[in-house]
């Protein structure tokens, strides 16, 4: 069963085709991932925060990025990472076009 993880943090920034040029070579990283399967790109430059909407294999393999995600973005100096993992309900996401399967 696939998993979605929900990131979000506080960044000053680079944001829209500044943020999409500098972070290229870590968007090409991030499909590597063990049980990688999509991402989303959030980013809210009023408030300051970007982060992402991930789907993974499974529980453990979001479990173990998200581990190494927020010590990687602790690397830029990105603290308070926040992070949620959730089952999907497929069903329900059927019926409404969510990308899953």
Known sequence: MPYVLQVDFKMDGPFGDEMANAFTDLAK????EPGFIWKIWTENP??????????FET?????????????????????GVNGK???INSKLTEITN????
């Open 29 to 32: 990283s991030i499909t590597e």
């Open 46 to 55: 009023e408030a300051k925060e970007a982060g992402g909407i991930y789907l």
């Open 59 to 79: 529980k453990e393999t979001a479990e173990k990025y998200l581990d190494m995600h927020t010590k990687r973005l602790g690397g830029f100096g990105i603290n």
């Open 85 to 87: 993992i959730f089952a």
């Open 98 to 101: 969510g990308p899953v399967k």
